[in-house]
């Protein structure tokens, strides 16, 4: 009835929270590119996640309806292109349309904690790791500083206060943090010991690291042929899950593709031309 629990099998949510401009979609791709090879981003801001697209390698699905089974949707298409992180940038919108359902009366929740629940659950239960952003409201505090004359005088700051989103939202995720005005990550919630309490400028690799070894995942060198830097294994895979279930191509449609790339096969797809490879499957798609 019990077997011994292991830590290798955990997939990683994370709840990044922070007023505009505080680094929250950034940090989020910064963070997502140490913990897998293959991100899908899940847009809800009207594509703004797309001008970080020369600093990261990510896929991405605009939401428009911002109903919590559109993002259920979203998440579980992404699982089955076996995307390694699911960024949902951001889930604050969840939280709008769920508001707006509800419909300001008592009742009307009655119909949309269920939603919200299903929508939870999508995201524990999923088989990627999840980076969920969301936005903070934010508000101007008077702060005290010493001017070159001596006097204490007061100036205005903006700051990120509660998350746009249900209260106790954080209790579902591993790992909730608050960015500030500087990119600051502090940790205000953790499972990962390493972690609890910590700050992070520029969150990016080093709380991917302590994840990963949190989780006990390897921290896989990138494979090297001939000094050209190949494609990974989950690469691979995504690119074989796309021509197969996204694109219905045979084996051999897929080796004419690579033989334009005078390539055999797909472990030997340089990194470069990853992206390059896949819009030509999809190009040939289109045409047979
Ligand atoms: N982790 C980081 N490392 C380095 N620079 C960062 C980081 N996070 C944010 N920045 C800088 O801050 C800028 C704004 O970040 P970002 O677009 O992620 O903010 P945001 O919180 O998503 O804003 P919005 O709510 O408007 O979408 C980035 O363009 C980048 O220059
Ligand atoms: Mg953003």
Known sequence: MFKKATKSQIKI???????????????????????????????????????????????TCELNDHHPARYIEAIKAAESMNFDVIIIDSLSHAWFSELELAGGRFDGWKNV??????LIDAMIGSSSHIIATMRSKTEW?????????????????????????????EYEFDLAGELDYNHILTISKSRCPELSDKTFLNPGKEIADTLKAWIG????????????????????????????????????????????????????????????????????????
């Open 13 to 59: 949510r994370l709840a990044v929270s922070g007023a505009s401009g505080s680094g929250k979609t950034y940090s989020a791709l910064a963070i997502a590119q140490h913990l897998g090879d293959n991100i899908a981003l899940i847009d809800s801001e009207r594509g703004s996640a797309s001008r970080y697209a020369d600093r990261f390698m990510f896929n």
């Open 113 to 118: 904690r269920p939603l919200e629940r299903k």
């Open 141 to 169: 505090i008077m702060e005290e500083y010493t001017a070159k004359d001596g006097k204490t005088k007061q100036s205005p700051k903006k700051i990120g206060t509660a998350p746009i989103q249900s209260s106790g939202i």
């Open 217 to 288: 995942q390897p921290q896989q060198p990138p494979t090297i042929v001939s000094g050209l830097q190949t494609i990974t294994e989950p690469q691979a895979k995504r690119l074989w899950a796309i021509a197969k279930n996204e694109l219905q191509l045979s084996e051999s449609d897929v080796r004419s593709v690579l033989a334009g790339f005078q390539l055999e096969k797909t472990t030997d797809i340089p990194v470069q031309k990853y992206d390059a490879v896949i819009q030509s499957m999809r190009d040939y798609g289109d045409k047979f």
